[in-house]
């Protein structure tokens, strides 16, 4: 008899494994905290119990009955069940569900630890995650056996839909052109444009409306005088002055507001009485 593989495309085989997790993790966060608001002294002493219990029960629902986990369900996946024998079967329970019992019993028995046990589960922890980081670049480039557990055991993806492939939606990625080439316009304009500038223009045209200003010689000899206290605030930036400076009008400014505007925009007008600067900066 041929053996029996049919092709199932990578992507769908990682996605069933993230859904598979994802599904489990669920159901055991949710059982474990309506358990552990019943009693939680009870919880924390038989936590680890617990765990195994929950996570007994959806391997027998998912893998032992149907030879395929939740994850592999919803896309219609499976493995193939000639290869999945009864030996199979209890070695798959003991590799994926055991090994989090013991690692969760390691971590709540502090009181009872031995530093030999402890040992020994980080060197296999650390021994399987490099095993699993070289099984997932073999799995890239041969497509089969996504999973160490899946390798060591010999184990295939199968479709149940004749090899049906995912169907794929460019709505989505229309939307995400769009938006892509719509950020890419804004970071080629937006550093072109003088907000400074525009700033100015709105800020007088408001003042022309709605506060009409004469100014007078008087008032502007008054205000020539340059006067600097200890309640002296920067006319643009509202703090206290870095390296205090003024363009003749008499009002004080930190330097590096002064000195960025008149720079940005060559035009700029004292925020305050609406002088222009016209023979430089000066310090206070």
Not at 5 to 28: E, H, K, S
Not at 142 to 163: A, E, F, M, Q, W
Not at 195 to 217: D, E
Request: charged share 20%.
């Amino acid at each position: 008899m041929a053996e029996r593989i049919l092709y199932v495309p990578r992507v769908n085989q990682i996605d069933a494994i993230n859904l598979n997790r994802d599904i489990t993790r669920l159901i055991r966060d949710n059982l474990l905290e309506n358990l552990q608001a019943i009693s939680p002294s009870l919880f924390a002493k038989i936590q680890p119990e617990l765990d195994l219990f929950i996570q007994s029960a959806i391997w027998l629902g998912s893998v032992g009955k149907q030879c395929s986990t939740f994850g592999q369900q919803l896309l219609v996946l499976s493995y193939d069940k000639e290869r999945l024998t009864t030996s199979r079967l209890c070695l798959h329970f003991i590799l994926t569900v055991l090994p989090k019992y013991i690692k969760n019993w390691d971590d709540r028995r502090t009181t009872i630890r031995a530093e030999w046990l402890h040992k020994a589960i980080e060197w296999g922890e650390n021994a399987a995650l490099l095993l699993s980081v070289l099984n997932f670049f073999r799995f890239l480039k041969t497509g089969r056996k996504p999973t160490l557990v899946d390798y060591i055991l010999g184990l295939d993806y199968i479709s149940l839909r004749h090899n049906q492939r995912r169907d794929i939606g460019y709505k989505y990625l229309t939307r995400e052109l769009l938006w892509g080439g719509f950020m890419e316009i804004l970071g080629l304009l937006l550093p072109v444009i003088n907000f400074r500038k525009i700033r100015r223009v709105f800020n007088n045209t408001l003042k022309s409306v709605y506060s009409p200003r004469k100014t007078s010689k008087a008032h502007i000899a008054e205000e020539n005088v340059i006067v600097m206290t200890s309640n002296t605030v920067c006319t643009f930036c509202g703090e206290r002055p870095t390296i205090p400076h003024h363009m003749g009008c008499g009002h004080i400014y930190c330097y590096y507001c002064l000195s960025a505007n008149i720079s940005t925009d060559a035009d700029f007008n004292c925020v305050e009485c609406g002088a222009t600067c016209f023979n430089g900066i000066w310090a206070v």
